[in-house]
């Protein structure tokens, strides 16, 4: 089992940054590629980026490539989701998930955390 905890969510206005972390514990944080999605009021749940299991690789969703960056730090058993530019369409609940494969796909992911609320207004 992992457990994921997100934190850093909150208000923030159109062009201004956020920075999300997701805490892992449980089982080896190293041996999991995380993912961040994303789900807005009435939407399905989105992918966001995802980073390999040592860090070196990373993916983004068009939507957010050059403005939002994943990184991780397996010492502290973290991944973090840093967020500039912010639009009102970033508007969701960002949630960290831990899966075996890197992948875009939220059922390729096996642990989930209870996600954080960003809110972009214009």
């Known amino acids: 089992q992992v457990q994921l905890v997100e934190s850093g969510g909150g208000l923030m206005q159109a062009g201004g940054s956020l920075s999300l972390s997701c805490a892992a514990s449980?089982?080896?944080?190293?041996?999991?590629?995380m993912g961040w999605f994303r789900q807005a009021p009435g939407k399905e749940r989105e992918f966001v980026a995802t980073?390999?299991?040592?860090?070196?690789?990373?993916y983004y969703a068009d939507s957010v490539k050059g403005r939002f960056t994943i990184s991780r730090d397996n010492a502290k058993n973290t991944v973090y989701l840093q967020m500039n530019n912010l639009k009102p369409e970033d508007t969701a609940v960002y949630y960290c998930?831990?899966?075996?494969?890197?992948?875009?796909?939220?059922?390729?992911?096996?642990?989930w955390g209870q996600g954080t609320q960003v809110t972009v207004s214009s």
């Open positions: 980073i390999s299991k040592s860090g070196g690789s990373t």
């Open positions: 449980g089982r080896t944080f190293s041996g999991y590629a």
């Open positions: 998930a831990a899966g075996r494969l890197q992948g875009t796909i939220a059922t390729m992911y096996d642990y």
